[in-house]
Structure formats: structure tokens, C-alpha cells
């Protein structure tokens, strides 16, 4: 029998689960120690949702050259048509 491997979150997942999180925190009925655990996974889960939207975006500013090598959409050189 193949074991499953853990596999890490959505984006989307870790999105909703700040959200949960948030909902609760301000509902204010959260004991204190509570909501400093849940303040604490909030903060790791934001920081995971912003490293993943930092490579995405990483990943959409780049193109391939005429090599195949990968470079930043600016410092892709310019073509005659950029200058019409």
C-alpha cells in the first residue's frame, strides 16, 4: 500500500484559514491564549501567502530569450518595434 505524502496547502486553502482566523479575532470572544496561537498561525500564514504571490510574481515578470535562457522582462532587449 502506497503511503500518502502530506501535501502542503493551497494558496487558496491558507487563504481561507487566515480569513477563519481573522473572523474569529475579531469576534473578540477568543480567550487570550487562543488568540495569541491563532495571532501567531495568522502571521505564519500571511507570510506564506506573501512568499508565494512574491513568486508568482517572480515567475510572470520573466520570459525566455532567443537563447531559451529565462531573463526579467526588463532587461529583454529592445526590438524595432519597441521603438515605433
Keep these: 500500500m502506497a503511503e500518502k505524502k502530506e501535501s502542503q496547502p493551497t494558496f487558496e486553502e491558507n487563504l481561507t484559514a487566515l480569513q477563519a482566523i481573522v473572523s474569529k479575532l475579531e469576534q473578540g470572544d477568543v480567550p487570550l491564549e487562543t488568540a495569541l ?7 505564519t500564514l500571511s507570510k506564506q501567502l506573501q512568499d508565494t504571490l512574491d513568486n508568482a510574481e517572480k515567475t510572470l515578470t520573466k520570459m525566455m530569450n532567443d537563447n531559451g535562457q529565462e531573463v526579467d522582462f526588463d532587461a529583454a532587449p529592445a526590438t524595432d518595434a519597441d521603438h515605433e
Design 37 to 43: 496561537t491563532q495571532f501567531q498561525q495568522g502571521v
